[in-house]
């Protein structure tokens, strides 16, 4: 059986350029914090790959505060600032805030005070897109680089949350990204790495493969490579809508990634219908991969209006441009078909 890998939110496959640059990587032996003559070029790698990252995010002068991931980004960010956001955020970001901002029907969240406010730009579930307030504490950009563009120095907000493997990069390194001149309170304390924000050795490895596939996503997203996966996406929606007219694809119509599809299979259990797609040689998902395992409906549908019945009879198909129109069809068929099964056996 030859396999589809439809969770790209989830992680993206690495792409060649990231495992090259983390292979010539591996050569430089040096820590950076060394002032030898093998440390500085650690040193000097680890800084150009700020540079690089930086760059490709439209974040020239702002500080890139380099984590585990953007799990260890948002703590740094949120935690101990009495920040409000919504129950549509990612549960790294949830976890740090009240989550009392109100959302409406199409994932669209209310902010009354941005400097108290924690907004992602792209929803890992929905795909939905936010309109960010000037003035936002913290945004989580991590779905939303490298997919659709903006810059970081555009939205006016003081932090932002990315990491690598949403990319087609390593998994394990993120960065915070910091408006020049606002005050971050370190988390780990140790050496003072990271201008005192974040202390540890580098993962120099992570970061060399980190702004190589920043770069390149950079690349395809201006060269239109995201808006022929947006055409795939409509067509795999279409053909769905299609095959089983009861499903509702939340987001339709509405500005989102180009990538995602979250749909809604009435009567079909989410967690049953990933089983059925695996079996059948199909990756999706039930929602964000941070909550795999957890029988439960989503918490994103849920603040958006859904009943529980309904937020748990979701799926998130999420692609990217590895994935071919002949991949997409196949799936269609095959998840119409199961549907149809499935809705046969409950009647």
Same mark, same amino acid.
């Given at each position: 059986m030859t396999r589809v890998y439809l969770d790209w939110n989830a992680t993206a496959p690495l792409r060649p350029e990231a495992k090259a640059a983390m292979i010539a990587a591996m050569e430089v032996i040096g820590n950076p914090s060394s002032v030898h003559a093998e440390g500085r070029a650690a040193k000097s790698l680890m800084e150009t790959s700020r540079a690089r990252i930086a760059a490709a995010l439209g974040a020239e002068g702002a500080d890139i505060v380099f984590t585990s991931g953007a799990t260890e980004a948002a703590a740094l960010a949120c935690a101990g600032r009495g920040l409000v956001c919504a129950g549509v955020e990612h549960d790294a970001v949830a976890a740090w805030c009240d989550t009392s901002l109100s959302v409406d029907g199409q994932g669209r969240v209310a902010v009354g005070d941005p400097a108290r406010t924690a907004l992602q730009l792209a929803n890992s579930e929905t795909g939905i897109l936010q309109d960010l307030p000037a003035g936002l504490a913290v945004s989580d950009l991590t779905q939303a680089f490298g997919k659709v563009p903006f810059a970081f120095n555009w939205l006016g907000c003081e932090m932002g949350l990315i990491s690598a493997h949403k990319l087609g990069g390593p998994k394990g390194i993120g960065a915070l990204v910091v408006r020049r001149g606002i005050d971050v309170p370190s988390q780990l304390k140790g050496g003072g790495q990271e201008m005192g924000r974040r202390a540890g050795t580098e993962n120099l490895i992570g970061i060399a493969g980190f702004a190589a596939v920043a770069e390149a996503a950079a690349r395809d997203l201006a060269n239109g490579v995201w808006d022929e996966v947006a055409e795939l996406r409509n067509i795999l929606e279409l053909e769905l809508s299609a095959g089983a007219k009861e499903t509702i694809s939340? &987001?339709?119509?509405?500005?989102?990634?180009?990538?995602?599809?979250? *749909?809604?299979?009435? &009567?079909?259990?989410?967690?049953?219908?990933?089983?059925?797609?695996? *079996?059948?040689?199909?990756?999706?998902?039930?929602?964000?991969?941070?909550s795999s395992g957890k029988v439960r409906a989503s918490r994103v549908l849920t603040a958006m209006g859904f009943d529980e019945a309904l937020a748990g009879q979701a799926i998130r198909v999420s692609i990217g441009p590895g994935v071919r129109q002949d991949d997409v069809l196949r799936f269609a068929q095959v998840w119409t078909a199961a549907y149809a099964k499935a809705r046969a056996r409950a009647a």
């Open positions: 939340v &987001g339709n119509g509405l500005p989102r990634l180009p990538n995602t599809l979250c *749909l809604i299979a009435p &009567g079909w259990k989410g967690e049953t219908q990933v089983m059925a797609m695996d *079996l059948a040689g199909f990756a999706v998902s039930a929602g964000s991969a941070c």
